[in-house]
C-alpha cells in the first residue's frame, strides 16, 4: 500500500513548511488511528501461527492460555486457543507452532480434558509424525507432591519422542507460578521469531483505574460465620464458613473455586523462632517490605514444607524432614533471619470449591472446610488455611479472599438436563452450590445427590438442608453412604452400583454426571464404578463402556472437581 504525502509538493508551501507540517499533521492522523507508513507495513506483515493447547483441571492453565494468547497477538502472531480434549494425535501435524500449557493433579495424573490426547501421544510407537511442529511446555504444579509437574514433564517426553522440535526447554512452575511463566513465554515467543511488545505511547497518560480483586490484590472480606457441621463425637471437623463480599464487586458462579489467603499459627511461628534463636523482633525483608521478623513469618512465607533452597542453606537432607520446623531443628547452626527468610516460599492461597450460589446468597459466599490436624514424630500438625477458618479467622474480623473461575465445572446449561453428583465428605460443597443454583432458577431437571462420610449421625453434613430440598422437590434422590455404621465399610461407589439400572437411565436421557474430592482414591474409585454401571445397565463391553464414558466426557456430561 503506497502512502500519500499528507500536503503535496504543488502545495503553495516551502519544503521546509510542508515537512513541518507533514510531521504535524501525521503525528495527529497517527494518534487519531488513522494510517500512516509504520501501520501499512505491520499491516502488509503476514501474522505468525500459533496454537496454544491447554489441560486444565480448575482453570489456571486455561487462564493461562488466554494470558499467552493476548500477549502473543501484541507481538505478531495469529493465536487460537484451543483445549487438548478437542485435539487428537493425528490433528497435531496441522499445528506448526505450538505452546503446551498443563497442570497435574492426584497422583501425577493429566487433567481429564487431557487424558485422552495424553494416553495417545504416550502410547504412539516412536516416530516422526510431528517432524514440523515446533513446541514449549509450560507445566504447573505443586513442589509438595512427589510427582511434582509429572504430566507437562510427560507431554514434553513425548512430543520430543515423536520427532517434534523442542523451541525452548520446558518450564516446570510450583504454585507461585506468575514470574516463572512471564519469563518462559517470553523466551518462547523471541525463539518463535517474535519481538518484544511495544510500549504504548500516549502523549496524556489515561487516568489509573483501580485494581480489581484478585489474587495478586485479594480483597479483605469480612467473616460472618464459622460453624462446625459436625456432631459430638466425630472424628472429624468440618466447618460452614460464610464472607461478606459486600463492596469487592466480586463476582462467583456455582462451581468456581475461593481463594483464601491464610495465616500461620502463632504457636508454630513461635517454634520457628526459638528454633532460630532469635526474638521476633529483628527487621527481615518481605513482600510487604521490612516487616519483624514474627510478622513476617505470620503473614507471608510457607512454613509447610521445606524448600531444597532452605535445606541447602541448613546443610541437612529433607527426606524425613516434613516442615521448615523439622528443618531447623535438625540443623546444627542457624542462619541468620534475613538469610532464613530468603530461604523460605512464599505463602500461598488456598483454593476451596464454593458451596454457595451468589442467586441464594447475595453478597456473600459460603465454603465448606475439613480442618486437618495430624502428628509427625508425635509432635501436633496443622493445616495452614483450614485451621486458621477454624480457630483464628472469625476473631481475626476478615481474611483475604479472591474469586478463582473453574469453567469446566458448571451446572448443566440445560435446566431441564438431570444431574448426578457424588460428593462425599468435603465434597458436598459445590454440590450444595449447584443444588441451590438449580433452585433459585427454577430448573426442571431432575437432581440426583450421592453423599458419604463415616457416621451419620456425627457427619451427615448439612443434613436438614439437604432433607428440605428432597421434601420440596428440588432434591430428587438422595443416596447416602455412612463408612463406619455397618460392620461392612460401605462407600458412594457401592450405592452407585445398586442403582446402576437407574443411574444409566438417568444417563441415556441426557444426565449429566459430577464428581468431588479426592483424586488420588474416591474418584479413582466412582470412575470405575461409573464404567461398571455402563457395563452392567447398558450391556457393554468394556471397550464400549470406555468409549462411552470418553463420550460423555467430550461433551462436557462428566465433569469432575477433585484434588
Known amino acids: 500500500m503506497s502512502i500519500v504525502p499528507l500536503i503535496p509538493e504543488n502545495a503553495p508551501f516551502s519544503a521546509e513548511q510542508r515537512a513541518w507540517l507533514n510531521g504535524f499533521l501525521a503525528g495527529i492522523f497517527s494518534r487519531a488511528g488513522a494510517p500512516n507508513a509504520a501501520t501499512s507495513a505491520s499491516e502488509s506483515k503476514a501474522l505468525t501461527p500459533l496454537t496454544i493447547l491447554f489441560g486444565s483441571q480448575t482453570g489456571t492453565a486455561e487462564g493461562l492460555a488466554k494470558q499467552a494468547a493476548k500477549e502473543a497477538g501484541k507481538r505478531g502472531f495469529a493465536p487460537t486457543i484451543l483445549d487438548m480434549a478437542a485435539v487428537s494425535l493425528d490433528q497435531l501435524p496441522n499445528h506448526a507452532n505450538l505452546l503446551v500449557i498443563t497442570s497435574t493433579y492426584g497422583d501425577g495424573e493429566p487433567p481429564d480434558s487431557a487424558k485422552a490426547l495424553h494416553s495417545a501421544v504416550s502410547s504412539a510407537a516412536p516416530a516422526a509424525q510431528l517432524a514440523a511442529l515446533r513446541y514449549s511446555v509450560c507445566a504447573l504444579g505443586d513442589t509438595n507432591y512427589t510427582q511434582f509437574c509429572r504430566a507437562g514433564k510427560d507431554f514434553d517426553a513425548h512430543f520430543e519422542k515423536l520427532g517434534a522440535t523442542r523451541i525452548t526447554p520446558r518450564t516446570d512452575c510450583d504454585v507461585d507460578y506468575e514470574a516463572p511463566f512471564t519469563s518462559w513465554l517470553d523466551t518462547t515467543l523471541s525463539a518463535f521469531g517474535s519481538a518484544p511488545a511495544a510500549a504504548s505511547s500516549s502523549p496524556e497518560a489515561a487516568p489509573a483505574a483501580a485494581e480489581p480483586y484478585s489474587k495478586k490484590n485479594p480483597f479483605a472480606a469480612k467473616v460472618l460465620t464459622v460453624r462446625n457441621l459436625n456432631g459430638q463425637g466425630s472424628a472429624k471437623e468440618v466447618n460452614h464458613v460464610e464472607f461478606d463480599l459486600t463492596g469487592s464487586g466480586l463476582e462467583y458462579e456455582a462451581g468456581d473455586a475461593l481463594g483464601v489467603i491464610p495465616q500461620n499459627c502463632s504457636d508454630l511461628v513461635s517454634a520457628v523462632i526459638q528454633a532460630l534463636g532469635c526474638d521476633g523482633e529483628e527487621a527481615v525483608p518481605s ?15 510457607d512454613l509447610g514444607k521445606p524448600a531444597p533452597g532452605l535445606l541447602e542453606a541448613l546443610n541437612v537432607s529433607g527426606s524425613t524432614l516434613h516442615h521448615v520446623l523439622d528443618a531447623l531443628l535438625a540443623a546444627t547452626t542457624k542462619p541468620t533471619p534475613t538469610a532464613f527468610v530468603a530461604a523460605l516460599k512464599k505463602i500461598q492461597p488456598r483454593l476451596y470449591s464454593i458451596s454457595s450460589s451468589p442467586k441464594a446468597h447475595p453478597n456473600q459466599v459460603h465454603l465448606t472446610v475439613g480442618a486437618v490436624r495430624y502428628e509427625v514424630n508425635g509432635l501436633p500438625r496443622k493445616g495452614v488455611c483450614s485451621t486458621f477458618l477454624a480457630e483464628r479467622a472469625l476473631a481475626h474480623g476478615t481474611a483475604g479472599v479472591f474469586v478463582h473461575s473453574n469453567k469446566a465445572f458448571r451446572p448443566p446449561a440445560d435446566p431441564a438436563a438431570p444431574m448426578i453428583m457424588v460428593g462425599p465428605g468435603t465434597g458436598i460443597a459445590p454440590f450444595r452450590a449447584f443444588l441451590e443454583e438449580r433452585a433459585a432458577t427454577k430448573a426442571t431437571g431432575k437432581n440426583w445427590l450421592f453423599f458419604g ?89 468394556p471397550e464400549e463402556a470406555a468409549a462411552y464414558i470418553q463420550a460423555l466426557k467430550t461433551a462436557k456430561r462428566y465433569q469432575r472437581d477433585v484434588y
Not at 513482600?287 to 512465607?301: F, K, N
Open 287 to 301: 513482600p510487604a517490605g521490612e516487616l519483624p521478623l514474627r510478622t513476617a513469618l505470620t503473614l507471608h512465607y
Open 453 to 541: 462420610d463415616q457416621k451419620a449421625s456425627t457427619d451427615f453434613l448439612y443434613r436438614e438442608e439437604l432433607e428440605a430440598m428432597k421434601a420440596s422437590g428440588v432434591l430428587t434422590r438422595l443416596d447416602v453412604a455412612f463408612s463406619r455404621d455397618q460392620k461392612e465399610k460401605i462407600y458412594v461407589q457401592n450405592r452407585m452400583l445398586e442403582a446402576a439400572t437407574e443411574l444409566y437411565a438417568w444417563l441415556e436421557a441426557g444426565g449429566h454426571f459430577y464428581v468431588c474430592g479426592d483424586a488420588s482414591r474416591m474418584a479413582k474409585d466412582v470412575d470405575v464404578a461409573l464404567h461398571q454401571v455402563v457395563e452392567k445397565a447398558g450391556g457393554k463391553s
